[in-house]
């Protein structure tokens, strides 16, 4: 008996490998460090909170210096009274920058679809690096402190910094197609964790010498990527003279290959909501409009799971180094060193739950799975000893379930979501759609950082991870339609498969 055009599987790599140059591999190494060092530029501020915290207030390692110097400079110098309104300003900062990211993705994803991708994210990486150097280290320098200064470059610093997740997603839908889509995209969607594991050894390097030298560190490496990139990156196969996807001889392979990961269809292959990519080249791809995007299949469910659920992970991200310094009284270098377990987790857990989606050709029970785990340990981790080994293996179990799924939505999911057949194949869709589920995870982000350090104030640590729980919990909940309907999928494809047999 044969089976439906949905049932027959290629092995996940075969496509993948049968079309792999080391055009590839240059676009898949360019794409994961350019955006590494973007991460790499944030992690700074959060590492080096406790050394600004001190330096904007009055403490007990400078009680004196009213003493040494005129007041009138003494009160130039700092900006708070306590360490707990620069805390939260530090948390408004935080808050300023997603909130600026995330309306700047809505902006960057439409602007990288219609102008060159490369321009784009160089621009954005050498610019961001300016700002970072202007905002950390020139002001130190100069000892020019002003809230409003910073707030002002902060927002600057998001609005740029958002140019590179739309770009890179789209370079990579672009060289890569759905044949292993989900592990490829699941190892390459580490570079945010990478980059956050370098922009804490950076820093934790250098932070005996100022905090200024950890902004002037990570913007120089982010400067001189950005000009790398302008040189070296290819933004689709079709600079060099390689087929695009779905143009290739050997249709099969790409045809399966492009099959849909959320379909809707339960037993019919003509439904064509949820195609990822189609054959029909006689149109010239055009750019996507921002509201046709919205109205993609999918695009809407995840992007209110992924506001949810990048809170959560943002949050760890922001903040893991000042709770465990504040929680547990540890050194900031220390925790900044200990907090890389996190993203450890989240890298492993990002490239073995892709595997797995691209197996089961499903992405949403999957994440169901993995979040439902989430709950579990971010309540472990709430309780873990004051003991470093053992919170450091916690942190790591919280960022597999956690940094993976989170990786997935924002990487191999909003690609699929990019390559539906509704948008023709165009990949001009990939950075809108992009845009549209990571700026939506961002403004939750940015509401979550200010209430993460409201709650912390008011309720305790505590508190703060019941929020946390209850974010992973409601992800779930938005993208429950989607997980019961590939379930049904699932279950049906094995009542045909064992009825074939």
């Keep these: 008996m044969a089976l439906p055009g949905s049932l027959r599987r290629q092995p996940a790599d075969r496509g993948l ?279 993609l299949p999918g695009v809407v469910l995840y992007s209110l799971a992924y506001a949810c659920l990048k809170l959560v992970n943002y949050s760890f991200f922001f903040w893991l180094p000042f709770y465990l310094s504040n929680n547990f009284g540890w050194k900031e270098a220390e925790a900044d060193q200990l907090s890389i377990w996190y993203d450890v987790g989240g890298i492993v857990g990002g490239t073995i739950q892709g595997l797995i989606s691209d197996v089961l050709q499903k992405r949403a029970p999957v994440l169901a799975i993995s979040l439902l785990f989430a709950v579990g340990s971010l309540f472990g981790y709430s309780r873990s000893p004051n003991s470093k080994p053992i919170n450091a293996v916690i942190m790591a179990i919280t960022g597999f379930f956690i940094g993976g799924p989170s990786n997935m939505i924002s990487s191999a999911i909003s690609a699929d979501l990019g390559r539906q057949d509704l948008v023709k194949g165009s990949s001009e869709a990939l950075a809108t759609v992009t845009g549209i589920v990571d700026g939506t995870g961002s403004i939750g982000a940015a509401v979550g950082q200010y209430l993460v350090s409201l709650i912390q104030e008011n309720l305790g640590w505590m508190w703060v991870f019941y929020f946390f729980i209850l974010m992973t919990s409601s992800t779930i909940l938005f993208i429950s339609p989607l997980i019961v309907r590939e379930m049904r999928l699932l279950l049906h494809e094995r009542c045909l498969r064992v009825l074939a047999e």
């Design 17 to 295: 490998v049968s079309h792999c140059t080391h055009h590839h591999i240059v676009v898949f190494l360019l794409t994961f460090f350019s955006y590494s060092l973007l991460h790499a530029s944030r992690k700074t501020f959060s590492n080096v909170k406790v050394s600004i915290s001190s330096q904007w207030t009055p403490s007990c390692l400078n009680s004196t210096a009213p003493e040494l110097r005129p007041y009138e400079l003494w009160n130039s110098s700092h900006l708070f009274p306590n360490a707990e309104e620069a805390t939260l300003f530090l948390g408004t900062l935080d808050t300023i920058f997603l909130f600026s990211y995330a309306v700047g993705l809505f902006v960057s994803g439409i602007v990288g679809d219609r102008l060159n991708l490369r321009w784009v994210l160089s621009f954005g990486m050498c610019s961001s690096a300016l700002v970072v150097f202007f905002f950390g280290t020139l002001t130190e320098w100069l000892h020019f402190y002003n809230k409003w200064f910073y707030c002002c470059l902060w927002v600057v610093n998001g609005l740029l910094q958002s140019t590179g997740w739309p770009c890179v997603v789209a370079v990579m839908g672009n060289w890569f197609g759905k044949a292993g889509r989900g592990f490829v995209f699941g190892l390459w969607s580490a570079c945010a964790s990478v980059g956050n594991i370098l922009g804490a050894f950076l820093a934790s390097c250098v932070l005996k010498y100022g905090y200024e030298y950890a902004f002037l560190v990570t913007a120089s490496v982010q400067f001189a990527g950005g000009v790398i990139v302008f040189f070296g990156l290819l933004t689709s196969p079709k600079e060099v003279g390689l087929p695009e996807l779905g143009a290739d001889e050997d249709g099969s392979v790409e045809e399966d290959a492009n099959r849909p990961l959320m379909s809707n269809d339960d037993a019919d292959d003509d439904d064509r909501n949820y195609s990822i990519q189609a054959t029909d080249t006689d149109n010239q791809p055009r750019a996507i409009g921002f509201f046709q995007a919205c109205c």
